[in-house]
């Protein structure tokens, strides 16, 4: 199945309970703060269904359409049709969803190629896997995570500290129907929208954390469940000609809290196993295929920045002076090498047991870390291209309505290249994605969105083959022939 985008907002008027402040919103498809946003994941919907669409985006099952991010890759084609399936979402939204529909189902999708491992830990788990696996695709599913302890809550032992009062959500009670769960975890990023939520560890907990390590699924709506959203960039947004990005692609990002939420068996797949509760993304494709999409994403929204970049130098009429183009060259070189990295990654795809094959570990690795070390240096880079032209603007758009302003403006505010109106649309596109509130969020998420800089750094170490590298180098010093050592001389003589 493949919902429309009316089905979609029509399935987010479920009651849900999002604290904004004091707020309680229970319709985020009307409300100010949430509207505008809500309606470009329709989009989505719509977009992915559409005829010139819907092949790419879809595949065939039975006689059944399902989105192509719940595609179980079996060779290097279907990797490079789960590929573009990511890349016409990011393309869609400008890269400035990272949690879009597409995220959090492809982990899901890796997981449920290995239901067997969860068996280990309860009979049945590995069923109710493949089971939520189905039921996501069948029913065209959004799906949110939250996969982290709050901060100051985290595994003692890494932190050398003692935690008096755990807030992190734990299991408080198993009956004959399900789990309960009470406390809090993070970081809900598009939680607002989603229809559902997946609740999971990527980080280590200690082993006598066992309360916290629970994997399960549940509809955002739960009775006992709510989510508190940080600050919203959409409502305070003037216009979409003043923010025409935060003004309908701010995701959101909360906390989701349970007080006596239940959970039924059949949606729980791992319990009391802190070790497995965070390797399972690991010993599946799980981690890598969600990855694939946001290095996807990533390289799309760096098509969109270089755009900017060139864009800006065209209408300054800086194009041809040395030192822009060697800017933008570099800018340039940094796009190929990505694109690059995520080309090889299906190219140098491996294969597992099951019959399944996934994305070149380690180059997908090498892109996550570009990608997160990168961005700040590439946003100040074009920012520094945009000069003072931001703040040259006037304050909001109001002026335009008004005939004598508009002529003022149209005669004193054109430049070189380009008209008033031309380096006013340019001037708000550029800044509302670079430089306001909504950019500063997105200077922080690329950051951190799949962990710390040092996590990667691991990744990548872990993943090189160490022996192999080493080989030629013991080659090489095997074959210095040195000379046996002297005899000692005879003492006696």
């Known amino acids: 199945m493949l919902r429309t985008g009316a089905e979609y907002l029509e399935s987010l008027r479920d009651g849900r309970r999002v604290y904004l402040g004091a707020e309680l919103i229970t319709d985020v498809t009307s409300h100010p703060a949430f509207r505008n946003s809500a309606r470009s994941f329709a ?9 010139e669409n819907i092949e790419a985006m879809s595949f065939e099952e039975n006689g059944v359409r399902y989105p192509i991010w719940f595609l179980q890759p079996k ?6 049709r789960r590929s573009e399936g990511h890349r016409r979402i990011a393309r869609w939204s400008y890269g400035l969803l990272g949690r879009s529909p597409d995220h ?6 890796g997981l449920a190629m290995r239901p067997d491992l969860f068996e280990t830990n309860r009979k049945g ?3 109710n896997l493949r089971g939520y696996y189905n039921h996501m695709r069948a029913h065209d599913l959004y799906s949110s995570y939250v996969v982290l302890a709050p901060q100051g809550t985290r595994n003692p032992e890494l932190y050398n500290r003692d935690i008096k009062k755990v807030p992190a959500l734990q299991v408080t009670k198993e009956t004959d129907s399900g789990i309960v769960l009470n406390g809090m975890k993070m970081l809900g990023t598009g939680a607002v929208f989603s229809d559902v939520t997946w609740v999971g560890n990527l980080l280590p907990l200690a082993p006598d954390q066992k309360s916290q390590a629970v994997t399960c699924a549940l509809p955002m709506s739960s009775p006992g469940l709510s989510i508190w959203a940080r ?3 959409e409502r305070p947004a003037v216009s979409r000609i003043d923010n025409p990005f935060s003004s309908r692609f701010d995701e959101s990002d909360a906390v989701v809290v349970f007080e006596n939420v239940h959970v039924p068996w059949e949606r729980v797949f791992l319990l009391d196993d802190p070790i497995f509760s965070r390797e399972m993304y690991f010993r599946t494709p799980s981690h890598i295929m969600g990855n694939h999409q946001s290095v996807v994403r990533f390289h799309e929204k760096l098509r969109f920045i270089l755009g900017l970049a060139h864009t800006a130098a065209e209408l300054n009429d800086v194009l041809q002076v040395p030192a822009v183009r060697e800017v933008l060259g570099k800018l340039a070189a940094s796009e190929a090498g990505l694109r690059a990295m995520i080309s090889g990654s299906i190219e140098d795809s491996e294969r597992i047991p099951e019959g399944f094959e996934h994305v070149n570990r380690r180059e997908l690795y090498a892109a996550l870390y570009w990608c997160t070390g990168n961005y700040h240096l590439i946003a100040e880079t ?3 291209l945009l000069g003072a032209g931001p703040f040259q603007m006037p304050a909001d758009s109001s002026f335009l309505a008004d005939g004598a302003l508009r002529a003022t403006f149209d005669a004193y505010w054109a430049g070189p290249k380009g008209t ?3 380096r006013h649309r340019f001037m708000k596109v550029a800044w509302d994605y670079l430089g306001s509130e909504l950019a500063g969020r997105h200077g922080q998420y690329e950051k951190f969105y799949a962990g710390p800089q040092f996590v990667h750094a691991f990744y990548n170490f872990g993943n090189c083959p160490w022996d192999d590298l080493k080989g030629p180098v013991e080659t090489v010093m095997n074959e210095l022939a040195y000379p046996d050592a002297a005899a000692p001389a005879n003492a006696a003589e």
């Open 43 to 51: 989009d989505l919907y719509d977009h992915k269904r559409a005829a």
């Open 75 to 80: 060779n290097k084609d279907d990797l490079r």
């Open 231 to 233: 600050k919203s960039f």
């Open 104 to 109: 959090v189902a492809s982990f899901i999708t």
């Open 125 to 127: 788990f590995g069923d």
């Open 420 to 422: 008033a109106e031309d």
């Open 382 to 384: 074009v920012r520094e």
